[in-house]
């Protein structure tokens, strides 16, 4: 077993993580870094840091020196990451913001948990990941770095400079997405070009060119987004890859176009069974012989509509709540599917959750604010297509009948937009007269 | 101006003053889209709401994807997928 410090393909003193604001980290660096005297080889740490290259410093320096870290997203309220620190068992917070709690798990800023002390032979440690939702308190998905660099492709290290790959980091780095771009341009040779993604898009794409960025991976959103900025076309993409959303094909169609020399990449990933696959063909899904032999080891079944997914390494299935895995050790995934001919399409989500250009939004939830407004009756949540950001959200409400259309429509959003992400407030709200029910007297879904 | 530039402007405005309540920047035939600040949700919800208010979408009805960068780019292609009846 050897750690994701040892794994770094490039161990010279050329910088292989650049920033837009001049800040490099080099790879003789990264592979030499250690933890502090403190830190146990027990030691359970979570992870909430906003820069990515600290993420990728901390990363270097606890692999295989501790017995688990826990990935958290800086967007995340401070409560929700304290109970999910609690959840994982971690006694120490690594963060750049975080108030030292009362009572709470202690926090540490990142300068603090680095030293020079290094195990000879790494621990396997744990890289617990969580899953994205903006309702609820997420839940805690437990990996490996063998787990999570499966697919990543070794490009070797070839010294002439102008070949090494430049991934551009649009993602959070301590999200499924952003960590797969971290660990594939590190572990797989190349150099990753960190920029600052607050600034508006056109100033990202300029910097994006700047560092000489050639592999690119976005949501389908993100990347539709991207083709509305003029300046797109100076990007020399050699690969192209779509993922965290179901990737169309006019979308597919318009990224090969604007991007022609470039190899074209759709990710399917599923939380639930902790693996995923691409697609090289520039085709909407995957072909049905990925049934019989899927890329990367993992098999594959369809049962009533819905997706199954072997992972190849048993044991790392994680035993969540509400997740079905059946004798042969198959995890349903809750992707809805479509055979047509030779092609699986993807239709949506099963429990109706909705993907807005990456955001997971539940039903039920927006339901549920919805239903607090005075005048509302009955209220159902669904998705609509959107050629911009795949799916929108769409209220039907059946109103008392002494309600006032207008005052109500008004409330509904000032409510939803208090008490709500965002993209969860219902775009459109339709007035209906009525609802079908099922024989439970609920409101009958269909998914979107 | 036409009538379909004419609902454009007036249904950018309303979904600004919802997104951001303020007043809605001028749109100049060469503004860029993405420059005027509406992000992808607010322009999803732009598109979106000129379906409920036209009755179309030409994203939706063109074969192949195209994405305006300029603000007569997009009324352009509003006018070419515009129902004859």
């Given at each position: 077993m050897t750690s994701f410090a040892q794994q770094i393909a490039f161990g010279g003193s050329n910088p292989i993580v650049t920033s837009d604001d001049g800040r490099i980290l080099d790879g003789l660096s990264l592979r030499n870094i250690g933890v502090a005297q403190?830190?146990?080889?027990n030691s359970r740490i979570a992870l909430k840091l906003d820069d990515p290259l600290d993420i990728v410093s901390a990363l270097a320096a606890l692999d295989g020196q501790v017995e688990a870290i826990l990935l958290l997203s800086h967007a995340l309220a401070p409560e929700t990451a304290q109970i999910l620190a609690r959840t994982a068992g971690c006694s120490l917070f690594v963060s750049d913001m975080m108030p030292e709690p009362e009572g709470g798990i202690a926090v540490k800023r990142l300068e603090a948990v680095l030293g020079s002390h290094r195990r000879e032979i790494p621990l396997l440690t744990e890289w617990l990941m969580t899953t994205s939702g903006t309702t609820g308190i997420p839940k805690i998905v437990p990996h490996t770095l063998r787990s999570l660099t499966r697919s990543v492709y070794r490009f070797g290290t070839s010294t002439d400079q102008a070949s090494t790959p430049v991934w551009g980091m649009l993602y959070d780095a301590t999200r499924f997405a952003g960590l797969q771009v971290v660990l594939q341009a590190l572990i797989g040779g190349g150099r990753l070009a960190v920029i600052d993604?607050?600034?508006?898009l056109a100033d990202q794409v300029s910097a994006l060119a700047d560092h000489g960025c050639t592999h690119l991976s976005a949501t389908p959103t993100l990347w539709r987004r991207l083709m509305m900025v003029?300046?797109?076309?100076r990007l020399s993409l050699r690969q192209v890859t779509l993922g965290g959303e179901i990737a169309d094909q006019p979308t597919l169609n318009a990224v090969r176009a604007a991007f022609p020399a470039a190899r074209l990449s759709h990710i399917y990933a599923s939380t639930e069974a902790g693996v995923g696959f691409s697609v090289t063909d520039g085709l909407a899904g995957f072909p049905l012989t990925y049934l019989d032999k899927a890329p990367g080891n993992v098999r594959l079944k369809i049962e009533e509509g819905v997706l199954w997914l072997l992972p190849p390494v048993t044991g790392l299935v994680p035993s969540l709540p509400g997740i079905e895995v059946d004798d042969a050790g198959?995890?349903?995934?809750g992707d809805r599917v479509l055979v047509e001919g030779e092609r699986v399409t993807f239709l949506g989500r099963e429990n109706g959750l909705i993907n807005i250009g990456g955001v997971k939004v539940y039903p039920e939830a927006v339901e549920a604010v919805v239903k607090t407004v005075p005048g509302v009756a009955l209220v159902k949540v669904s998705a609509k297509r959107s050629p911009v950001t795949g799916a929108l959200v769409v209220a039907e409400v059946q109103l008392d009948t002494e309600a006032d259309p207008d005052a109500t429509r008004r409330m509904i959003q000032d409510t939803c937009r208090a008490r709500l992400d965002r993209e969860a407030v219902p775009a459109i709200i339709r007035f209906v007269a009525g609802f079908t029910t099922n024989a439970a007297g609920k409101l009958v879904r269909t998914g979107g | 101006m036409n009538k379909l530039e004419d609902d454009i402007r007036r249904v950018f405005a309303e979904v600004w003053a919802l997104e951001k309540g303020s007043e809605a920047p001028a749109l100049m035939p060469n503004t860029i889209l993405l420059e005027t600040g509406l992000d992808s949700l607010g322009f999803a919800i732009f598109v979106s709401s000129l379906d409920e208010a036209l009755g179309y979408d030409p994203f939706t009805l063109s074969e192949d994807a195209f994405y305006p960068q300029t603000f007569a780019e997009f009324v352009a292609f509003y006018e070419r997928y515009r129902p004859n009846t």
């Open positions: 403190g830190v146990k080889p993604t607050t600034m508006p003029p300046a797109h076309g198959f995890v349903r995934s | -």
